[in-house]
Structure formats: C-alpha cells, structure tokens
C-alpha cells in the first residue's frame, strides 16, 4: 500500500468501519506517521467527507454521525468506462432483464460528482451508433445466465427446462461447455444427454436450471464459439414478425391460418405474430388480406413491403392490346 491515495482510501474505509480510531491507531494501521494521518484527515475533508478530529483522552478520528458514503467511488476514467460498457450492452442485446441496465445507470449516475455525471449525459444523448438496434431483443434471465457461469466453469452437469421455438416444453441434462453470444442472441453449448450429441441451446428459451452435483470432464480443445457459428451456418435465418392488422380475431382466423402464427386481439386490432424465412413471401400475404396494418419489428419487413408494393405498381403501369375476339 505503496501510493498515498490507496493509503487515503484505506483510512476511509478504517473509518467506515470503526466508530472511533485514534490517530496513534491509524498511524499503526496505515504503516504511517500521525503527523501523516492528519494530512490525509484534511484530504478527505477537502473531497467533501466529513472526517472530525477531536483533541483529549476520547478524541481521535470519525466521520459525521449519520454520514453515509456511497457505496461506489469510481475516477472520472472508471466512470466513462462502466457508462459506455452499458450504453453498448443495450446496444448489442448483450444485457439480460430489462429493467437492469437502466436502472444500474440511474444508480451510478447518482453517485457520481454533478459535474462528471453532468459531461456523461452530453455523452449519452449526442452519442450514436451504426449498428442497428434490435426493438425487442431476445433476454435471457440473470439467475439464468450466472447459473450457467457457473455450471460451465466448475463442468457441472445441469437439468435444463427448455421451449422451442414452437412453445413446446422439453426437459434436457446437459453438459455445459460454455456460452457465446452471437448475432445479438445468447446461447449455451454443450453435451445434451437426451440426443447424444453436443447442441446449441438459446439462453431466453430456457424456462428453468439446476445445477447438479454431476461432474463432466472438460472436453479437450473444444472452441464453444467455433461450434455455435458452424452450428448456427446451417440453420435457415428466420425473422421474428410481430404486425398489429386494423380487423378482428374472428376475421384474422378466418384468413390466417393459426397453424402458423399466434393471433392475440388487442384494443387496436389484432396482434400478429410468426417466424418467417422470407419477408418478400410475409410481405406477399399481408398485401393479400386487405386489412390496414402496422409493422412492428422487423424493419427490413418495411423494405420486404415496399418492394412488392413497386412491383404491383410496375404491373399496373402496364399497357397492351385487347385481345379481339
């Protein structure tokens, strides 16, 4: 404890700790002199921590009674550091439950002195980003995603409650290889003892986990994100559709066959929602229908529409001959 300012710190926390120390206690504490002590007592209070010095048999050092530091102390750098690593979590779909990122900003900003927390708002609404986000990202749970941490790590076996993309519920015991997000989707990689083979499983897909007391041995030279991106290169890209149609549920059945998509009826209308491989196809069958309608996500279903609308166009600029009979 070398530098002056971690031997500060470390009297703060003496501080926090005791209710009173002397300066003789401190001195001893901190491999210091007293004269020292108080040269850091007047650096404390210069920071704004209310450090009291009192002379006589029960004197010594203390903070105001009543004074409650806050609970993190970061330098300006730290601060910009843990601000952007959120903003860009957010960003890439890498944060887990909603709620979580917003409110650790709110937590850290409140923290911090005015005049940085002020600097890291001008950060925050003049910043912007090339890569396009995501309306509703896929989230797995925290209890979720550090019980897997911890699982892969210490390669213990889990029992996984698992949905597909269908809803259907399954129950897998797997051996956890390790975790990669990818594409703006967590996922999970390891042995899956009810096929037999090593897969790769969506982390917001997973209802429940266990951690069990099995152990696996660690699979030799085994790169989980190698595996996840050659597993993931087979699989047909689908696009999670959501469109709220201008009709009623009665109508939308009527049409739509509910085989493929989830119709839930709505104050506005009726909430559409599918998996398609192609948006030039969903964008064919919406036209079909002849119901208003919003697009809710994706956006390259905007552009899917947009085409097919100019080439209905292009189709009814079209002039020829009648035909004479």
């Known amino acids: 404890m070398s530098h002056p ?34 040269r850091y007592a007047t650096m404390l209070q210069e920071l704004g921590i209310p450090v009291t010095a009192a ?6 050092y203390r903070l105001a009674p009543g004074y409650k530091l806050p609970p993190l102390m970061l330098t300006d750098e730290e601060a910009v550091a843990v601000v952007l690593g959120l903003l860009a979590a957010e960003r890439l779909g890498l944060a887990t439950e909603a ?31 090339t890569l396009h986000r995501r309306e509703d990202p ?3 749970a925290t209890a979720t995603l550090l019980a897997l941490g911890q699982a892969s790590r210490e390669r213990r076996r889990v029992a996984l409650t698992y949905r597909s993309w269908k809803g259907a519920l399954t129950l897998r015991e797997v051996d956890p290889y390790g975790m990669v997000f990818h ?58 559709v959501e469109v709220l149609m201008e009709t009623d549920l ?6 739509v066959p509910e085989s493929l998509v989830t119709l839930t009826e709505t104050a506005d ?12 196809g969903m964008a064919q069958m919406l ?4 119901w208003p309608f919003t697009i809710l996500r994706p956006d390259q279903l905007r552009a899917a529409l947009a085409r097919h609308a100019e080439r209905l166009a292009a189709i009814a600029a079209r002039q020829g001959t009648p035909v004479s009979h």
């Open 5 to 38: 300012a971690s031997r500060v710190l470390a009297m703060l926390e003496l501080l926090q700790l005791q209710h009173r120390l002397t300066g003789n206690d401190l001195a001893a504490r901190l491999g210091v002199d007293e004269r020292t002590v108080r």
């Open 183 to 240: 594409a703006g989707r967590w996922y999970l990689t390891g042995h899956d003892h009810r096929t037999g083979e090593t897969r790769t499983f969506r982390l917001d897909r997973i209802v429940s986990v266990d951690v069990t007391e099995e152990f696996f041995p660690s699979p030799r030279g085994f790169d989980p994100v190698a595996h996840v991106v050659r597993s993931l290169a087979g699989v047909p890209y689908t696009w999670d």
């Open 269 to 280: 209308g009726v909430l559409l929602r599918t998996r398609a491989q192609s948006l030039d």
């Open 287 to 290: 036209a079909s229908l002849g």
């Open 138 to 140: 896929p989230r797995p």
């Open 99 to 129: 709620p979580a990122t917003a409110a650790a900003l709110g937590k850290i900003t409140r923290v911090l002195p005015t005049r940085l927390a002020d600097r890291l708002a001008a950060v925050q609404e003049t910043l912007g980003f």
């Open 250 to 255: 009665i109508q939308a059945r009527r049409r």
């Open 55 to 60: 002379r006589g048999r029960y004197g010594g």
